[in-house]
């Protein structure tokens, strides 16, 4: 307990493709089993887990300056000074863009969703029982939608309702093909006997429900878009922001105080439209792009999502 192993957590440092806002989420699970009693050996750990000459040697100087005095204030130091992107806002893209695949079952997509909402919720920012329900539906198949939602009391359903009907969908559903699977081998063998489905409970519904072995239209494909959602964040902004010794723009220059005034109006959760000059250079293949809604032909300052946003408390 008190030596966790860290064999799935690299040591940090600057050229490190993993965010650090990710890096200290996967760190805080590894150390979770030490007691909090003893923070000084989870403030050890962490330590030992950055770089000597870039990172650790900076964070034993805060260390000593009593800039951090708790493993919280560690978590705070290294997200506020190494973050060049927003942990808590791409955790709600996801939280918003997640969606259960076909071949996904209805424990892994429910799961999936809250391990999201938690981690959202550990970084501070609650979510209501509304985006929740909201964002689940939105996410779940069709079909499980369509059978819901003919159903009377669906309006009055929790969340937990809706995950139990589903499961109780995809068994029935399940159970239905395989009725049908078994039944066609059985009509195309000519020399086995006694394959006929024998289950009561599987025959009536198969009997009650024909519609699951229906197939339903193929959904269209959206063929305007030319890029694929999550090609770009906000750090493939950073050279459109660097200016050379003259003032030019120059993603090799040396002056990097816009896109460090950037990192620090994010931090604060500054809403893009009261800095346009901080997003309006945002491009992606020569087209103007969004890092809120990932998509083209507008900017963050001008992105429609920015008054929910504001409504949901996550830009001021």
């Not at 009593?66 to 204030?73: D, E, L, R």
């Not at 039944?183 to 519609?211: F, I, L």
């Not at 950037?262 to 800095?275: E, G, L, N, W």
Request: charged content about 30%; some cysteine.
């Amino acid at each position: 307990m008190m030596n966790p192993t860290f064999d799935t957590l690299s040591v940090y440092n600057l050229d490190s493709p993993t965010s650090i806002g990710e890096w200290v989420e996967r760190f805080k699970s590894i150390v979770k089993c030490i007691p909090t009693e003893y923070d000084h050996l989870i403030m050890y750990h962490l330590e030992n887990r950055l770089e000597y000459d870039t990172i650790r040697l900076p964070f034993q100087r805060a260390v000593e300056s009593k800039v951090i005095t708790s493993s919280k204030t560690a978590y705070d130091y290294l997200i506020e000074t190494y973050s060049t992107d927003d942990v808590l806002e791409n955790l709600y893209k996801d939280f918003i863009a997640t969606s259960q695949s076909k071949t996904e079952t209805v424990e892994s997509y429910s799961n999936k969703r809250q391990t999201l909402v938690e981690r959202i919720e550990l970084l501070g920012n609650t979510l209501s029982d509304f985006e929740k329900m909201f964002h689940f539906k939105s996410g779940m198949l069709p079909h499980y939608r369509e059978k819901l939602e003919a159903m009377p009391e669906y309006v009055d359903m929790t969340l937990k309702d809706i995950v139990k009907h589903m499961k109780a969908l995809e068994k029935a559903k399940r159970t239905a093909n395989l009725s049908a699977l078994l039944r066609a081998q059985t009509d195309n063998s000519t020399d086995t006997e006694g394959d006929n489905v024998t289950d009561a409970a599987v025959a009536a519904y198969v009997q009650k429900h024909p519609e699951w072995q229906k197939k339903g239209p193929r959904p269209k494909k959206n063929k305007t878009s030319n890029y694929k959602r999550g090609e770009f964040t906000s750090i493939n902004m950073k050279p459109h922001y660097i200016k050379d010794s003259s003032g030019k723009w120059d993603p090799d220059g040396s002056d990097k105080s816009l896109w460090e005034l950037r990192i620090k109006k994010r931090h604060d959760k500054c809403c893009p439209s009261k800095t346009p000059h901080l997003y309006n250079r945002d491009k992606f293949n020569d087209t103007a792009c969004c890092i809120i809604c990932k998509n083209m032909n507008h900017t963050a300052d001008k992105c429609p999502r920015l008054p929910d946003l504001k409504r949901a408390g996550k830009i001021k």
